[in-house]
Antibody
Framework: QVTLRESGPALVKPTQTLTLTCTFS??????????VSWIRQSPGKALEWLAR???????YYTTSLKTRLTISKDTSKNQVVLIMTNMDPVDTGTYYC????????????WGQGTLVTVSS | DIQMTQSPSSLSASVGDRVTITCRAS??????LAWYQQKPGKAPKLLLY???RLESGVPSRFSGSGSGTDYTLTISSLQSEDFATYYC??????????FGQGTRLEIK
């Protein structure tokens, strides 16, 4: 079955760089149409789409955070990494990764999320 | 960015009620719309995509419709497990994927 799990630090200081890893199973990122997306949610707030990486290594970023985000994949390890630089307290929230289909944009399986707090 | 405005922001209803949630885009999105359900402390769950296509395993009481800028999610007969927060998501532009602000569906 398909599973995804996010991992990374629970606490980062302002201006630091956040590195999150999505480890997945049940599908391969070398299969056509397969993608992994990152979405976050500030406490009590709405969802915010961040980035996506596709099976063919195409990468997409939300315009507002493009300069701070880097997404990459390690197909052999079934992992996707999201790096966010210059963290700020407003970046505090739960970060999710999700399997996504490139043709339909369906995000059908999600990880449980990882809470990241930005505080000095 | 394409802005998504959901209404209402919260809604009280009873088991068995028919409920409709609306999502309006700031520009036409050509049915590039998904609906998600989220329960407290849980990840979102995909309900519908392409505005009206039901995700596998989702009960048929959930349906979606709309075109252009205006879309609706309808739950034909509310069940107790449906009380949650619902989000629409537009994916018309890959670099501007946005969610609505959410509709909290509560028990009356």
């Amino acid at each position: 079955q398909v599973t995804l799990r996010e991992s990374g630090p629970a606490l980062v200081k302002p201006t630091q760089t956040l590195t999150l890893t999505c480890t997945f199973s049940g599908f391969s990122l070398s299969t056509s149409e397969m993608c992994v997306s990152w979405i976050r949610q500030s406490p009590g707030k709405a969802l915010e789409w961040l980035a996506r990486i596709d099976w063919d290594d195409d990468k997409y970023y939300t315009t507002s955070l493009k300069t701070r985000l880097t997404i990459s994949k390690d197909t052999s390890k079934n992992q996707v990494v999201l790096i966010m630089t210059n963290m700020d307290p407003v970046d505090t929230g739960t970060y999710y990764c999700a399997r996504t289909y490139s043709s339909t944009f369906r995000s059908d399986f999600w990880g449980q999320g990882t809470l990241v707090t930005v505080s000095s | 960015d394409i802005q998504m405005t959901q209404s209402p922001s919260s809604l009280s209803a009873s088991v068995g009620d028919r409920v409709t949630i609306t999502c309006r885009a700031s520009q036409g999105i050509s049915n590039s719309l998904a609906w998600y359900q989220q329960k407290p402390g849980k990840a979102p769950k995909l309900l519908l995509y392409a505005a009206s296509r039901l995700e596998s395993g989702v009960p048929s009481r959930f349906s979606g419709s709309g075109s252009g800028t205006d879309y609706t999610l309808t739950i034909s007969s509310l069940q107790s497990e449906d009380f949650a927060t619902y989000y629409c998501q537009q994916y018309y532009s890959i670099v501007s994927i946005t969610f609505g602000q959410g509709t909290r569906l509560e028990i009356k």
